[in-house]
């Protein structure tokens, strides 16, 4: 990710950081120069430029493509950022409402508009409260003009609470990311077995498998074999 090459980098000195720089692709070197302005103590510092943003009068469809097309290149993907034809951050759609909803719903109409999001300039120990306090499995980075330019996981967190000291809330914020995956996997389930053909719910296993999110298709595949007799009634 383009955060952990930031870190690395950061670490160096100026001559070693520089050569280095010199020799990356052009877009890695744009990616690592953005991340470099911001400290090293701010949200901007730990921030990953990897998201996945589609457009609001996008389709559930249209954004599930976009996923696909993604899937290699972002890791840990946990929510769809929606943004305007400028880029400004609109609100985030859940894995789980993303394929569970209609798939010519509008990303507009089932996208979360209270979505939590972090400003670059936020130090990092407010962040990793902040997804303490809330939570959260990850966040989206907005700059003043509202445009979203980033991502922060609670992998990242995880760093600064180790580097911060922060020991007791370590072992809370560690919990969070695989509670999260389990919880999108049992009420994705849930949902399934409420209404969803058997045909159906073992597509979606196989969705989240190719999308390159096996976590979440592992316990959602063992629910779904825990409850095989209720779907098997469907």
Request: aromatic share 4%; no cysteine; proline share 2%.
């Amino acid at each position: 990710d383009s955060d952990d090459a930031t870190d690395i980098i950061g670490e160096l000195d100026e001559e070693l950081a520089q050569r280095i720089l010199d020799a990356m692709p052009w877009k890695e070197f744009r990616e690592v120069k953005t991340l470099l302005k911001h400290g090293e103590e701010t949200a901007g510092g730990i921030m990953a430029l990897e998201i996945v943003a589609v457009d609001q009068d996008q389709t559930a469809e249209q954004a599930l493509d976009v996923l696909r097309r993604k899937a290699t290149e972002v890791e840990d993907v946990y929510n769809i950022y929606v943004v305007d034809k400028k880029g400004v951050f609109k609100g985030l759609v859940t894995l789980k409402d993303l394929v569970l909803s209609n798939p010519k719903s509008k990303l507009s109409e089932i996208m979360d508009k209270e979505a939590i999001f972090v400003h670059p300039e936020m130090d990092r120990e407010d962040v990793a409260n902040l997804f303490h306090k809330y939570d959260l499995v990850a966040a989206p980075v907005v700059d003043e003009e509202g445009k979203l330019i980033g991502r922060i996981t609670v992998d990242d967190v995880m760093d600064v609470v180790e580097e911060e000291g922060l020991v007791a809330r370590a072992d809370h914020i560690g919990g969070i990311l695989q509670q999260g995956l389990e919880r999108i996997a049992e009420r994705s389930a849930q949902n399934l077995l409420d209404g969803i053909r058997a045909s159906k719910a073992r597509g979606l296993a196989r969705l989240l498998f190719g999308l390159g999110i096996p976590n979440v298709g592992a316990h959602l595949a063992d629910v779904l074999s825990a409850n095989y007799r209720s779907l098997a009634d469907l």
